[in-house]
């Protein structure tokens, strides 16, 4: 059974609805492994959605209403919550923002950018003012904040276990001055010495260019099925697909047999950082 933890109801809109969600069960007279039964979501997920750390799925609001006879107050909550969780992220990648502060292992193919969770605050503001040219000042702002937060994940030195292979255009060719690439490939330098991640560069020449068209984003987890994400510049999508991971899992292994071993991408990396800092670089 899991831990009792009190919830601060006034937290946030998510610990609201968790705290009178388990206020209705209780009052029920229901434990959460009968919920869980009923409700077919399991143990651990409602012990979370409960104390506001998962959003609650829109099935399992309708399911609380019928159950507590709430006339559709979660199903009517669950719009609020999602866009609470949801925060500056986009809708398409809220549920990835979501599942990676509870994943085991992440491994990222990133293709065109260099991924969010290793992006300075340069990085960051040149790729959103680019993909959102018209933005308000304060909102990309707020999408520069929920992206670096988003990094607070290495400050666990034990989980999760992140990998990423790079596509070594990433390094050559700077989308932002080179002072500021300089300090963009040393604070993933730093975080493979400390290490907290692993890179692998894929040379430009590389024989898998037909795996290399898009991102690759797989987290797994302790308890949970694995998850895929993918995107394109203004779309995103989550796979959980048995099938469809396996294909897309054969494709990153082949991505990452083909790339440089680590401690050369390191070597590459920071060469190429001394070079932006010197003004050495070229494409």
Request: overall charge negative.
């Amino acid at each position: 059974m899991a831990t009792r933890k009190e919830i601060d109801g006034s937290a946030g809109v998510p610990q609201f609805y968790g705290k009178e969600l388990r206020y209705q069960r209780e009052k029920a007279g229901m434990t959460l492994e009968k919920f869980s039964e009923t409700s077919f979501y399991g143990i651990s997920l409602l012990s979370e959605i409960e104390r506001g750390n998962r959003s609650m799925p829109l099935p399992l609001a309708q399911h609380a209403d019928q159950v507590f006879g709430t006339d559709g107050y979660f199903a009517r909550g669950c719009d609020d919550v999602q866009k609470a969780k949801r925060g500056a992220h986009a809708p398409s990648f809220a549920p990835v923002v979501e599942a990676e502060t509870r994943a085991r292992t992440i491994s990222h193919w990133s293709n065109a950018l260099f991924p969010g969770l290793l992006q300075t605050r340069p990085y960051a503001h040149a790729v959103i003012r680019s993909t959102h040219p018209l933005e308000a000042p304060e909102s990309v702002e707020a999408k520069i904040i929920a992206r670096l937060e988003r990094a607070q994940l290495f400050d666990n030195p034990k989980k999760p276990e992140y990998w990423a292979v790079l596509d070594e255009s990433l390094v050559r060719h700077p989308i932002i001055p080179p002072e500021e690439m300089a300090e963009q490939l040393e604070h993933i330098a730093a975080l493979v010495r400390r290490r907290r991640i692993v890179t692998q560069i894929l040379p430009w020449n590389g024989p898998t260019r037909p795996f290399a068209e898009m991102p690759l984003f797989f987290m797994d987890f302790d308890d949970e099925p694995p998850l895929l994400y993918t995107e394109g510049p203004y779309h995103g999508q989550t796979i959980d697909d048995p099938s469809l991971m396996m294909q897309y899992r054969k494709a990153y292994d082949r991505l990452r047999a083909a790339a440089l071993p680590p401690e050369v991408s390191l070597d590459l990396i920071e060469k190429a950082a001394e070079e932006y800092r010197n003004g050495q670089h070229r494409s």
